[in-house]
């Protein structure tokens, strides 16, 4: 990215157009919670008819939970509504609904948000990205560890679901006070609906509606997160050298998608927008992107996204994320 295309423009005046409006936060609330409920009911009813069918219904159900884990996403940044206190609210609710504790994770996210592309400030909030220099210096069973959770059949199938599931259900010791609490009242909650919905319909159908939701959902959202900061061209850098615009332009996506997935991904995939402004509803995203020039990028687009499934490490010397493959080369180096 060019960065002197931001020399006199007061950027930061341009994305604090686009606020949030009542009424259309409310609609989206509307349109994502409502089918999603539904969905829960038809689902519940059909694993008596044909499992295929509940199999078939969980694909949109996980839709509607990704767009609900977008609505509480916003909420994080109090970019949903103007008022804080209703960001609180529906942040809780939505939060519950797709297992995340509210204040953890938006401390997390707010924390990636602020360190996004500093190779010194890596760990919070984000995928596990090692150099190539840190990869061949580790030990085995790091290395092996590394290599587990960076495979895509883990990464975007058990693993996403794990960490949902279970990982977001246990409280440490790092863990802030707040953080903590929001960790044992979603833990509370999801025990009293998950009861309430066991004692309707009984634990078996439960599980054969909630879990195959579940991991699509959590794999869907993972997969987004994933190929918003781990591309060709992304950028890493250190500290002394690191640089918010461009941490946000070059470190972030523009991932265009067919309009349904856009719609229930909530135009997120407008992540470089996103990381400059994280104000801005999720619902004006692609308005902003297309009034103002100075936010075009190239694009990635769903094919070209699933070659980014061989990068697995930031070569530092040569500013560029690479496979497997090119640790071959970094050994002969060394050898000689």
């Known amino acids: 990215m060019n960065i002197k295309r931001f020399e006199g423009v007061d950027w930061r005046k341009i994305i604090k157009k686009y606020e949030p409006e009542n009424w259309r936060s409310i609609w989206q609330i509307v349109n994502t919670l409502v089918p999603y ?11 008596g008819v044909s499992y295929w069918l509940t199999l078939l219904l969980s694909i949109p159900a996980a839709g509607f939970m990704v767009r609900t884990f977008i609505i509480f996403h916003d909420c994080g940044h109090g970019s949903f509504f103007k008022s804080r206190r209703a960001n609180l609210i529906v942040g809780i609710v939505t939060g519950i609904l797709t297992y995340t504790p509210w204040h953890l994770w938006w401390h997390e996210h707010n924390v990636h948000h602020a360190n996004a592309g500093n190779l010194d400030k890596r760990g919070i ?4 990205t090692w150099t190539v220099e840190e990869y061949l210096a580790a030990p085995f069973w790091k290395k092996l560890w590394y290599r587990v ?16 599931a279970v990982v977001k259900r246990i409280p440490l010791p790092s863990h802030g006070k707040k953080e903590r609490a929001s960790i ?3 833990n509370f909650a999801l025990f009293v609906l998950i009861a309430g919905l066991i004692s309707l319909v009984g634990w078996k159908t439960y599980l054969l509606v909630q879990m195959p939701i579940l991991l699509l959902g959590t794999s869907a959202g993972v997969w987004m997160f994933y190929v918003q900061h781990n591309y060709e061209g992304v950028y890493w850098e250190r500290q002394e050298n ?3 615009y461009k941490a946000a332009m070059d470190g972030s996506s523009l991932y265009e998608l067919p309009a349904i997935l856009q719609w229930f991904t909530g135009n997120i995939g407008y992540h470089h927008i996103h990381h400059l402004g994280s104000r801005i509803p999720n619902y004006k995203l692609q308005q902003c992107f297309e009034e103002n020039h100075l936010f075009q990028v190239k694009p990635l687009n769903l094919w ?8 697995r490490l930031w070569d530092e010397a040569n500013q560029r994320m690479v496979g497997w493959e090119a640790l071959k080369k970094y050994r002969n180096q060394i050898a000689q």
């Open 37 to 47: 409920i539904a969905l829960w009911a038809i689902m519940f009813w059909s694993v």
């Open 125 to 128: 909030g984000d995928v596990d």
């Open 149 to 164: 959770i960076r495979h895509p059949l883990v990464m975007f199938t058990i693993g996403a679901m794990i960490v949902f």
């Open 184 to 186: 044992w009242w979603t």
């Open 242 to 244: 690191w640089d918010f």
């Open 304 to 311: 070209s996204s699933f070659k980014t499934l061989r990068l």
